[in-house]
């Protein structure tokens, strides 16, 4: 089967965590532009780019930069309770993917604008390969912190393992169990699995590992600050 691939860009106007976040700016582009700018030089999507937002602005500069889907969502998908999958749902329908031949998306949030088209087209072509076997995809960080047999909770000002497990110490990081992290740098799925599991993870999902770099996401203001005069 042939991958007809969208690129989904969630843009809402405000956020809990940084207010306006996607309309602040990084190097003279709003944070919302990257994304984009990442999806449109993409050898895979070829400017099939849908931005969703219940922002006035953000849909009208996304048209001007050439985004070819505007969808304009109400303030019931936009609040902080929301589930993204409702909007990239309410998006589907709206435009009428089915219509286009769209049989996959892949989500680009503009929390991570490291993310690029080499990126994009590197994860794109690793799902087209493991496809139907896989029919999701999503970005990895490797934790290299956290020794996972010592996770933990608190009891008052007691330290208690989240989990039922004994606790470790001196343990050298060198010798943590490996494991990974969903870093949210982007998620591809074929559109009827994703409407069917509303979401990405089941056992068809597969993961793309990416460099410590890619894995930083801006979700607050010291994240912000971090990204203006570090990694940007």
């Known amino acids: 089967m042939k991958i007809n691939i969208l690129a989904i860009i969630p843009a809402k106007s405000n956020s809990s965590g940084l207010k306006g976040k996607n309309l602040k700016k990084l190097n003279q582009k709003y944070l919302f532009e990257y994304p984009i700018a990442a999806a449109l030089r993409s050898k895979y999507i070829k400017k099939n780019v849908a931005v969703t937002s219940d922002s006035s602005k953000i849909l009208n500069l996304s048209e001007k930069l050439g985004v070819r889907f505007i969808c304009k969502r109400s303030k019931k998908l936009s609040n902080k309770n929301s589930k993204i999958s409702d909007a990239i749902y309410?998006?589907?329908?709206?435009?009428?993917?089915?219509?286009?031949?769209?049989?996959?998306?892949?989500?680009?949030?503009?929390t991570s604008p490291l993310t690029n088209a080499k990126i994009i087209d590197f994860a794109i072509k690793k799902y087209i390969q493991n496809y139907p076997n896989l029919k999701s995809f999503v970005s990895l960080g490797l934790n290299e912190k956290f020794n996972v047999n010592n996770l933990l909770k608190l009891r008052g000002n007691k330290i208690l393992p989240l989990y039922d497990q004994k606790l470790e110490n001196d343990t050298l990081r060198q010798k943590y169990q490996k494991n990974y992290f969903m870093d949210g740098s982007f998620y591809i799925s074929e559109i009827n699995f994703f409407i069917k599991h509303k979401g990405f993870l089941s056992n068809k999902t597969g993961g793309i590992v990416l460099k410590k770099k890619y894995n930083f996401e801006i979700d607050d203001e010291l994240d912000f600050k971090i990204f203006k005069n570090v990694l940007i």
């Open 90 to 110: 309410h998006l589907l329908k709206k435009i009428n993917y089915e219509k286009y031949g769209f049989n996959a998306f892949i989500l680009l949030e503009p």
